[in-house]
């Protein structure tokens, strides 16, 4: 069933708030795989028509390398970080202690490598907004795609636009200071997801 999940003020300061304290923690496990400083260089939470989500990540024809989890427990919801492939090569040189440049393929090594890092993230992420909510929010073992955007993107939103015609997405652009390797971290809940956390925080009332 469909329903309207426009977000309040008071909610959305909420949610932005959970999502910040996500990605402080993600960005730390991330600093500690790299042995850099990662800087989170831009934070958006917006509410977007599930068919223009491509366009999140450089557009549907754009070819891209996604690392995709999906959660469960209290509630459901998807990750995905997105790079460039010329960048994400550059993030597993530096996991892999591997001179820069070194990497010009995505191999079974290379896609180990960034699987745990997704597996990193993702538990990170949630740890902090399951923490902060008492729930319990379990990641799935991380998917490594080389797909154009609008496929990786289909992926994520399927689900959610049976429930709903917009996705809220928490976006977060990051990188390191002297290998200038960046990337692009969405969240994209269910409608499930938003209502349980909000629900847990007191916000909005159980129906």
């Not at 002297?178 to 969405?186: H, I, N, Y």
Request: charge should be negative; include cysteine.
């Amino acid at each position: 069933m469909r329903e309207d999940m426009t977000l309040y003020k008071d909610e959305m300061r909420v949610w932005s708030n959970l999502a910040l304290k996500g990605i402080d923690n993600a960005m730390a496990g991330l600093a500690t795989m790299v042995n850099q400083q990662i800087k989170i260089k831009s934070l958006s939470l917006r509410q977007v028509p599930a068919r223009e989500a491509p366009q999140l990540v450089g557009g549907p024809e754009k070819l891209v390398i996604g690392i995709y989890l999906t959660f469960t427990g209290d509630a459901t919801g998807h990750i995905l970080l997105v790079h460039q492939p010329e960048v994400a090569f550059a993030i597993i040189d530096m996991l892999l202690g591997n001179a820069p440049g070194s990497t010009q393929s995505l191999e079974e090594m290379e896609q180990s490598a960034l699987a745990e890092l997704g597996n990193v993230i993702g538990s990170c992420y949630l740890n902090a907004i399951a923490d902060s909510l008492g729930m319990s929010l379990r990641p799935s073992p991380p998917d490594v795609i080389l797909d154009m955007a609008g496929a990786i993107m289909d992926v994520a939103v399927v689900e959610i636009v049976q429930e709903s015609d917009d996705v809220f997405v928490s976006e977060t652009t990051f990188g390191t200071e002297d290998r200038q390797a960046s990337g692009t971290f969405l969240v994209i809940p269910s409608v499930s997801f938003l209502r349980v956390i909000l629900e847990h925080s007191g916000v909005r009332q159980r129906c």
